[in-house]
């Protein structure tokens, strides 16, 4: 995806704001000698940022508004060290419900909706995210936060909500909950905006057969405004993200180096018209890629696959390179699994072994379906692992994100 005129202009100032802020990427352009840029291969000049620069700003070295026009911050949880301090001014904030609306209204909602968000309030960008953009739209929003599934079915059933706003997993928790409670007849849902965690098609079909409703995958990181940057269309054929406010290219993640449209690399988002804290090339360390065919739905907008994974997701396992969704690929191959599944990686008797727990239901005969998913799963990446097929239900369901891989070699 070439970088426009106007983007180049728009990241002129962008620089400039950086550069006479005294920020953290301000003198690191400064310390490059790259203060201005004039085209594309200027622009791939320009270093990186990364997360554990982020941190390193701690805490609000990323402010690049003067402080009386600062009016929120964000943070991002990290899981080690230091969190990530964004600054937002007012125009950010607003900026960023402009955007949600228009994620909400590439979902067909409208502002007879009534949207019940159920990602966390606080911190992070969550479900304040999801709210501002509903307003902006004119919608009813029922703001429950997470948790307490009871009170969120009975204000689904009363409230009679069209939109459900959650995680993946929350998801998949509330829908199993609605079915085995036999209240799927009493619920008006018919749309759901899913965001914050990578799913895989399975989950997905399990959700939608369950509620009988659409579903949306949200994407945005808590550095780049939160949520609501991208989101697909009916057509289900990417994320159309919004480049009047982000530019996205993709990379090697080995080399850096740009890779041509249609190729899969890691996500690298600019801010075109951030102000409280503005990033350059900021790796995001998600994987994509550029879809390059305009879509069926003739939205303008570019488009970016559905996020394949995290360049940080990758196992080393007896000397082989495994991402998590190349087995989660193996596993959707099989007609008798369910969408759950877990991977334990351990260290026993001098070497890695890999156990996969999955979900069936009692049709199949587990001991088979054992023996042909790790036969499937050898010949994807090399070695056989252990194989154990469990009862639908037997696996953990969680309110926030669902953890897949457990590594114990390092406990
Ligand atoms: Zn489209």
Redesign the pocket.
């Known amino acids: 995806m070439h970088i426009q005129e106007k983007q180049i202009q728009a990241i002129n100032t962008q620089i400039r704001n950086l550069v006479r802020a005294g920020s953290f990427y301000g003198k690191k352009l400064e310390a490059a000698g790259i203060t201005r840029i004039e085209t594309e291969e200027d622009f791939l000049k320009l270093p990186f940022s990364e997360k554990a620069d982020l941190r390193e700003a701690y805490p609000l070295g990323l402010m690049t508004a003067p402080e009386e026009e600062i009016v929120r911050i964000h943070s991002s949880s990290g899981t080690t060290g230091l969190p990530v301090i964004i600054p937002y001014t007012a125009k950010d904030v607003d900026d960023w419900a402009v955007m949600f609306k228009r994620c909400y209204e590439m979902a067909g909602i409208t502002n007879r909706d009534r949207i019940q968000i159920t990602p966390g309030y606080g911190l992070w960008t969550a479900g304040i995210g999801f709210q501002n953009g509903a307003e902006k739209l004119g919608a009813m929003v029922i703001p429950m936060g997470p948790g307490n599934t009871d009170k969120q079915i009975q204000m689904m059933i009363d409230l009679k909500s069209t939109v459900l706003c959650a995680t993946s997993s929350y998801a998949l928790l509330l829908a199993e909950e609605i079915e085995r409670r036999g209240l799927k007849d009493r619920i008006c849902l018919k749309k759901g905006v899913i965001g914050s965690e990578r799913w895989g098609a399975r989950m997905r079909a399990r959700i939608q057969e369950i509620l009988g409703i659409e579903l949306y995958d949200i994407y945005g990181l808590t550095e780049i405004y939160g949520p609501g940057i991208g989101i697909n ?1 009916p ?1 289900e ?1 990417g994320i ?1 993200y919004w480049d009047d406010y982000i530019y996205i290219e993709i990379i090697d993640p080995v080399t850096g180096a740009p890779v041509p449209d249609g190729e899969p690399g890691e996500i690298v988002i600019t801010t075109l018209v951030k102000e409280g804290a503005p990033l350059i090339r900021y790796r995001t360390h998600d994987l994509s890629r550029i879809l390059p065919e305009p ?5 303008p907008y570019p ?1 970016l696959d559905v996020i394949s994974g995290r360049t940080d997701d990758m196992l080393k396992i007896k000397g082989v390179n495994v991402f998590p969704a190349q087995i989660e690929e193996v596993l959707a191959g099989f007609e008798g699994l369910g969408s759950e599944y877990q991977i334990r990686i351990s260290h026993l008797d001098g070497k890695d072994t890999m156990r996969i727990y999955a979900e069936a239901d009692g049709h199949y005969e587990f001991r088979v379906l054992a023996q042909d998913v790790a036969a499937a799963v050898k010949s994807r990446i090399g070695f056989t692992p252990v194989v154990n097929i469990v009862e639908i239900g037997m696996l953990p369901r969680s309110e926030k994100k669902t953890k897949r891989v457990i590594d114990e070699r390092y406990d």
């Open positions: 269309c057509q054929t159309h879509c069926a739905c003739g939205s488009r």
